[in-house]
């Protein structure tokens, strides 16, 4: 139905009141495009969350990948919806931790069962169970759903000393995942080496690796797409930094999606 017509539905409508009614619909229409256009467009991917808060940039992106939690598990991140619009497609990534016995003896009976001397490695899964359904239940409060979540693995959040706990709390963040039967969204890991290597050891559970550089040279980012993937796949995705440090870029190791700023 064009305007006109839908105009016409109501009564008392003059002909000049059509003709202003289209000029200023018409005006509204006009600016609210103009002020879109207005948005600077930059083809990068990047990520953003939580530290993004309080300065997002000005900018309109090609691809984002939200955080979910605010740096923590069972934090939220409060902006990921307004740090979501502001890219044509978005993914999601979630923080991971094991802050041990007896934090996570909450949980000592969902979804599984704990007794015995298998204590932590078993409320270690049901931890890192409950800190997925939390991120799941975030995003979904900021109606957020994506077919592709990251898990953020870093020396920076609570670990234990046992790397088979670890392990298990990172069992129970896939099962939780595994169980979203409208969705069953891909899981990727986020992390470097090092990193990787300390909280959980040598284990690598076939998932694809979103590889941190801490570089600020895009060429570095692309060089690391090489790298060896301690996760038993392939590297996917790079990050590197903008070079005053405030924002993260990433790379498309398949080179699908970026043509990110040097």
Not at 28 to 53: E, K, Q
Not at 180 to 192: M, N
């Amino acid at each position: 139905m064009g305007i006109r017509s839908f105009l016409r539905r109501f009564k008392g409508v003059s002909q000049n009141h059509l003709s202003s009614a289209v000029l200023i619909l018409a005006l509204v229409a006009g600016g609210l495009l103009l002020g879109f256009s207005r948005i600077p467009y930059n083809s990068a991917m990047v990520d953003l969350s939580w530290p993004n808060c309080g300065r997002l940039p000005k900018e309109y992106f090609s691809k984002a990948i939200v955080g979910v939690t605010g740096g923590l598990d069972f934090h939220a991140n409060n902006c990921a919806g307004n740090e979501a619009s502001m890219a044509e497609t978005y993914e999601l990534y979630v923080n991971t931790g094991n802050p041990g016995l007896p934090k996570i003896n909450r949980f000592n009976n969902n979804p599984l069962a704990c007794r015995g001397s298998s204590l932590l490695i078993c409320n270690s899964f049901n931890y890192g169970y409950h800190a997925a359904t939390y991120a799941l239940r975030q995003a979904s409060m900021a109606n957020l759903h994506s077919a592709l979540w990251w898990l953020d693995v870093e020396t920076d959040n609570s670990w234990t000393a046992s790397k088979n706990a670890n392990r298990a709390d990172i069992y129970g963040m896939l099962e939780a995942f595994s169980a979203v039967s409208f969705l069953k969204p891909k899981i990727g890991i986020y992390t470097t080496t090092n990193q990787w290597h300390a909280i959980v050891g040598n284990w690598t559970l076939g998932l694809p690796l979103w590889l941190a550089t801490g570089s600020t040279s895009k060429e570095t980012a692309q060089h690391a797409c090489l790298s060896s993937s301690v996760t038993g796949k392939p590297v996917s995705m790079t990050q590197y930094l903008s070079k005053d440090g405030t924002l993260d870029y990433d790379y498309n190791c398949q080179g699908l999606a970026s043509t990110s700023p040097a």
